[in-house]
Each structure stands twice: as structure tokens, then as C-alpha cells.
């Protein structure tokens, strides 16, 4: 891009994390913003520029019923659109409701449900609209960040990686923590990112990135149930931040890691 990319950053239903992460780029930060035009971004500025936006990052999955209308929107007014983080790109932790009976949950939380307008199922954006990018995580690498902006700002394609977390650990020359201590793990089958930080503190990747390309998850679940680990544990370890993620889901619902339900559809109805 010839001039300064006008930059929309939006929130659907998250946490925050995941913006957050452009606020922690600290030594770049400076750098960043006087490469960019910040036109949204409640989260750092009051500034409020209408679009059309050169590139919109959005965080946060579709929950609410005014939540399709409005990326639909933000979708139309953008030239690309980067999802950002595991609700954005899965629908998140919160699409574990994607599996129970929503109105009986909704009556357990709240004391006047009938006030509380919400989808049955959080899904991520790319079910609702096209999107250009995908920054996986929860939260997504500042560093994955940065190379994504740079990138647009060049006028280049943005260099992703697209192997497994293990090939992290081995670049990083970690002890596997599968073969050495028999702990279940997920590196074999989650997208790098996070640069092996659990496994590099002798823990299980526990698959916040979402899985790897073509993730062969039945070997690595035979695995785990091999070592003695039970079958609803196995489950449960695929059904936590990309849990509505389709190789996830799947390995996750076969070995009970949740009381499936009759379950409406997960692309948002369409």
C-alpha cells in the first residue's frame, strides 16, 4: 500500500486478550502506529473514523443476535479482514455452550434469562463472512501480529506458519513431554504460534492455537488412552479453547468429553 492503510480494530464477544496483544507490542508500538492510520480502536484511542478501512482486525466470536448484522457490516466497509484469536477463528471457549442445551444454561446463569438476547451456538466469523487472514491463538502472538501488519503495509503476503507445534519444540530443543514423562499433549496437532511456551515449561500443549493443517488427532488420542489416560479426560482435551474447531470437535465428542446434546447447526444457520 502506497499510502498509510487506514486500520479498524473491532470486538465481537472475547475478552479483550487478543487486542491487547497490538498494545503489548511495546518497542514496535511507535513504530506501528506511524506506519498506520488507527481509525478504530476504543480499546486505546477515542479516535473515530468512518470507513471504508484498508484492513480490519476483529476479535470475539458471533454470540448475539446483532452480532451477524454488525461483520457483515465491517465486512463491506474492508478491503481485508484479519480474524484475530481463538474465538474470532473457532468461536472459542465460549462455543462449549455449543454443546448443552442453551436455554437450560442461560435459566442456571441468569436470574431474569428472558432479558438476555443471545445465539444458541458462538461461532467464529469465517462461518458468517469471508475472511482474508487468520491469527490463531488465545491469545494470538504479538509476533504473528506485527508480521501480519507489516506485511499489509508492504504490500506482501503474510509468512504464517503452518506446521505443528512439535516442530517449535524441536527448534527450540525441548524435551518432548510425551516420551519423557508420559504427559498428555497436544503439540502434535495444534498450529505453531505460541512458540512451544507450555511444553518449554515441561507442561502439555494444550491447543490454544487450534489444530495444525490435516491434524491426525485419532493416533494421537489412541496415545493418550494407550498411556492409561481416561476416555472423558481425552475428550475433554480436545473441547477447551477451539472446541467448536471441526478436527477438535470431532475427537473431542467421540470419547465423551461432553454430554453431547441435540445440537443446532455451528455455521450459524446458514
Not at 481485508?80 to 435459566?107: D, K, Y
Not at 495444525?212 to 493418550?224: E, G, V, W
Not at 472446541?243 to 465428542?253: C, I, R, S, V, Y
Request: hydrophobic share 35%; net charge neutral.
Amino acid at each position: 500500500m502506497s499510502h498509510r492503510p487506514k486500520i479498524a480494530v473491532w470486538k465481537q464477544s472475547s475478552c479483550d486478550g487478543c487486542q491487547l496483544s497490538l498494545l503489548d507490542c511495546e518497542d514496535e508500538l511507535l513504530a506501528v502506529l506511524g506506519a498506520v492510520d488507527l481509525a478504530y480502536f476504543p480499546e486505546a484511542t477515542s479516535t473515530e473514523k468512518k470507513g471504508p478501512y484498508d484492513v480490519s482486525l476483529v476479535e470475539g466470536s458471533i454470540t448475539m443476535p446483532h452480532d451477524v448484522e454488525r461483520i457483515k457490516k465491517i465486512r463491506a466497509e474492508s478491503k481485508v479482514l484479519v480474524t484475530i484469536g481463538a474465538c474470532a477463528t473457532s468461536g472459542g471457549i465460549q462455543a462449549l455452550r455449543n454443546f448443552r442445551n442453551h436455554a437450560e444454561m442461560m435459566a442456571i446463569v441468569y436470574a431474569r434469562p428472558d432479558y438476555i438476547q443471545s445465539l444458541a451456538t458462538s461461532t467464529p466469523i469465517a462461518d458468517h463472512v469471508p475472511v482474508d487472514y487468520e491469527l490463531r491463538g488465545c491469545p494470538i502472538s504479538k509476533e504473528q501480529l506485527l508480521e501480519v501488519l507489516t506485511a499489509l503495509v508492504n504490500g506482501r503476503s503474510p509468512r504464517l506458519p503452518r506446521h505443528p507445534v512439535c516442530l517449535e519444540c524441536k527448534i527450540k530443543g525441548h524435551v518432548c513431554v510425551m516420551v519423557a514423562h508420559q504427559t498428555p499433549c497436544l503439540g502434535p496437532v495444534t498450529h505453531a504460534g505460541c512458540g512451544a511456551l507450555c511444553p518449554g515449561y515441561s507442561r502439555g500443549c494444550y491447543g490454544c492455537f487450534g489444530p495444525s493443517d490435516d491434524p491426525k488427532t485419532s493416533p494421537l488420542a489412541k496415545r493418550f488412552l494407550a498411556q492409561g489416560v481416561p476416555a472423558e479426560q481425552v475428550g475433554r482435551l480436545f473441547l477447551t479453547f477451539n472446541a467448536n474447531a471441526p478436527p477438535f470437535k470431532a475427537e473431542g465428542l467421540l470419547h465423551g468429553g461432553v454430554e453431547s446434546k441435540s445440537a443446532p447447526p455451528t455455521n450459524g444457520g446458514k
